[in-house]
């Protein structure tokens, strides 16, 4: 299984970039699917988060900017991100617990994508 993250790259601050990432493999289940980021010199953090119920957790820092949702159907998450400012200027990743099939049984894998650039100017 493996995530393919799409979207990012330059905003002035007070715009809006959308993220978005796709699941894909052998897939039984996603349960909840995230994005996090690292600036530089910084831990990742959690930006949000949604269960596959629809339940969203938001970073104190994005809460009223950002908005997460998931397509289950095409095993996508997006992130919206609006009224962008130069702190949010991070590497991005996207993360899911993936419920893989395998041959036999079903196996957890909490799955990462490869990063994307956002950079805010001021």
């Known amino acids: 299984v493996q995530l393919q993250a799409s979207g990012g790259g330059l905003a002035q601050a007070g715009g809006s970039l959308r993220l978005s990432c796709t699941a894909s493999?052998?897939?039984?289940?996603?349960?909840?699917m995230g994005w996090y980021r690292q600036a530089p010199g910084k831990r990742r953090e959690l930006v949000a988060v949604i269960s596959d119920g629809g339940t969203r957790r938001y970073a104190d820092s994005v809460k009223g900017r950002f908005a997460i949702s998931r397509d289950n159907a095409k095993n996508t998450v997006h992130l919206q991100m609006n009224s962008l400012k130069p702190e949010d200027t991070a590497v991005y990743y996207c993360?899911?617990?993936?419920?893989?099939?395998?041959?036999?049984?079903?196996?957890?894998?909490?799955?990462w994508g490869k990063g994307t650039l956002v950079t805010v100017s001021s």
């Open positions: 493999g052998s897939i039984f289940r996603i349960d909840d």
């Open positions: 993360n899911a617990e993936i419920i893989e099939a395998g041959p036999v049984t079903l196996i957890a894998k909490d799955t």
